[in-house]
């Protein structure tokens, strides 16, 4: 192998490994300047790393939940510019947040929705309970519910999808978590709903829940005698009581400005 001459300076010998005795004024610049350029380099390159890994992270993250919840990458970004106008830019939101929502107010079953968000049934966490505080996370999972159905999906993911969604509302009314909706979590939402109107007074609306309530009994149990006691709505009976009603598509969200049949942030239009 070819060896590089040593070159004859006044001091010293420059050989293949530099200076071979004591460095010279030239050498001991050429060794600086290479151990600057040495570091700088490092530097940069760890400053790169660092940057990649950091936009890589959120990615990543992204990419998990597009997968376990349906979304679109895009439509994850604007669910997460949405969640950080509402939690103002915190890691998480509480009910207040949702609260203080203007279009949500007047909504009759205000506390319902809201509670919705923090309900751990709805998380997909397979827990019980609620929460006071929610992340992204839990938050677009509870959005994951009003998706809409996509042309590619099959019959059986259409399916699934519906009975997501009505367990979805079933836990919405199902306040207790004890696997029926009572007369009284019943009269509870029907008097909500009915008091916003002002026409009908608690009585009124008592009596329109308590008849509703028995004429479910009577679909869902028709062997029922008058002595019998309906302990309340299962999910397999509001399945029945829904069934036929087209909600896949209809079941969508616009309190939060979020158009869920496009998923989009803005202002509705409607």
């Known amino acids: 192998m070819l060896r590089p001459r040593a070159l004859r300076t006044g001091c010293v010998d420059l050989g293949p490994r ?73 890691d998480t939101i509480s009910k207040e947040n949702l ?4 279009t949500l107010a007047n909504n009759p079953i205000r506390k319902q929705i809201i509670g919705a968000f923090f309900d751990k049934r709805n998380q997909h966490r397979g827990e019980a309970g609620s929460c006071d505080q929610i992340g992204f996370e839990q938050f677009l999972m509870v959005m994951s519910h009003f998706r809409p159905p996509t042309l590619k999906m099959t019959a059986e993911e259409k399916e699934a ?28 939402v029907v008097e909500e709903l009915l008091s916003k109107s002002g026409s009908i007074g608690q009585e009124a609306a008592e009596a329109i829940a308590d008849a509703a309530m028995l004429e479910v009994a009577s679909t869902n149990v028709p062997t029922m005698g008058p002595d ?21 598509s209809r079941m969508h969200i616009r309190f939060l400005d979020v158009d869920t049949t496009t998923m989009r942030c803005g202002k509705s239009t409607s």
């Not at 940057?51 to 994850?76: N, V």
């Not at 609260?99 to 203007?102: A, R």
């Not at 009975?163 to 509870?188: A, C, P, Q, S």
């Open 161 to 188: 999808m519906r009975r997501e969604k009505l367990r979805f509302l079933f836990n919405m009314h199902d306040t207790d978590n004890d696997g029926t909706i009572t007369l009284v979590e019943y009269r509870k």
């Open 228 to 248: 019998d006691f309906y302990e309340g709505i299962t999910f397999e009976h509001f399945e029945q009581i829904l069934k036929g009603l087209e909600m896949e």
């Open 99 to 102: 609260e203080s929502i203007p």
């Open 18 to 90: 530099g200076c071979q005795r004591v460095p010279c004024a030239w050498c001991a610049r050429v060794g600086d300047r290479a151990s600057r350029t040495g570091r700088a380099g490092g530097a940069a390159a760890a400053a790169a790393a660092a940057m990649g890994a950091s936009q890589t992270r959120p990615e990543h993250r992204h990419q998990d939940l597009a997968d376990r919840t349906g979304f679109s990458l895009e439509q994850i970004k604007n669910l997460h510019k949405r969640f950080q106008q509402l939690s103002g830019d915190e």
